[in-house]
């Protein structure tokens, strides 16, 4: 199996929570992990990545579709809505029938499709109505991706994500772990032999109620507020953020070494603009 891979989406598949400062936006994460592999499978792979962390469905379809389609991929992933699901109001119906016309647009295009459901986590009462978004959300991507005939990623049925340690800090992306698991996930429903290294994690030990405490308060101090403050100010980290991967690389021939060239180009192009300003 071989081609040219390209993703589309937001911060689940820029790799937010993976943090890696040698790769692009200084993430990982598992579509980069996953296109690694197809490059140790067969070199001749290709990747792009146009996701970016913030982006609504509308945002990706207006920003990112043409840009990927005109790579002609022979394999698409496609994951959004997350950030629709959390805003304060939310049409479910109208958000699953603008991404089915975003899916059927991929689909034309000749590609393989990869969908995924979002993780559907145990959440107190107080956020049902958030729960009920999720279990729609994930309800109609299963009967799309049959539809469509699309690879289906059911994350949500992957219940080791239930251990804390899935997840960043922020609990809200996956960690480096869960990127990694989710990465393998992929590359197995592809048929993708891979070479990951997936830690055992073992029995979580709950820490005692002093450290519960003094971790709510790290969370809520180092997350919610600053997360409060940025919408109530309209900022939001991807409006200043690039693709990764904008256009076609070949993992097999080194991530790292593509991100550190790539980058250089850039600050001498910089540099340029300066000493001719």
């Known amino acids: 199996m071989n081609g040219r891979y390209v993703a589309v989406g937001d911060s689940f598949t820029e790799g937010v929570g993976d943090a890696n400062l040698m790769y692009p936006n200084g993430v990982r994460g598992w579509?980069?992990?996953m296109a690694r592999q197809l490059g140790?499978?067969?070199s001749s792979w290709e990747y792009a990545n146009f996701a970016i962390r913030s982006k609504r469905l509308d945002e990706i379809v207006d920003e990112q579709f043409d840009a990927a389609?005109?790579?002609?991929p022979t394999l698409i992933s496609f994951y959004a809505g997350g950030n629709d699901i959390l805003a304060v109001r939310a049409d479910m119906r109208s958000i699953m029938d603008r991404y089915e016309s975003a899916l059927d647009r991929l689909v034309?295009?000749?590609a393989d499709v990869m969908l995924f459901t979002t993780f559907d986590v145990k959440i107190s009462t107080a956020l049902e109505p958030l729960r009920r978004r999720i279990v729609y959300y994930n309800d109609a991507v299963r009967t799309l991706a049959a539809r469509y005939r699309c690879l289906l990623i059911d994350h949500t049925q992957y219940r080791e994500f239930e251990d804390r340690r899935m997840w960043a800090f922020d609990r809200i992306h996956m960690s480096k772990v869960g990127h990694k698991h989710l990465a393998a996930y992929v590359l197995g429903e592809l048929g993708v032999p891979h070479?990951?290294?997936l830690p055992e994690l073992g029995p979580f030990e709950s820490p005692d109620w002093r450290e519960t405490l003094r971790t709510e308060g790290r969370w809520l101090a180092s997350e919610v507020v600053p997360l409060m403050r940025r919408r109530m100010n309209g900022v939001r980290e991807g409006d200043t953020l690039p693709p990764k991967w904008p256009d076609p690389i070949r993992p097999a021939d080194g991530m790292k070494r593509l991100a550190r060239a790539r980058s250089g180009?850039?600050?001498e192009v910089h540099e340029r603009a300066a000493h001719v300003a």
């Open 31 to 33: 579509a980069d992990r």
């Open 40 to 42: 140790k499978a067969d």
């Open 108 to 110: 034309s295009s000749g």
């Open 265 to 267: 180009d850039a600050m």
């Open 69 to 72: 389609l005109a790579l002609n």
């Open 195 to 197: 070479t990951l290294k």
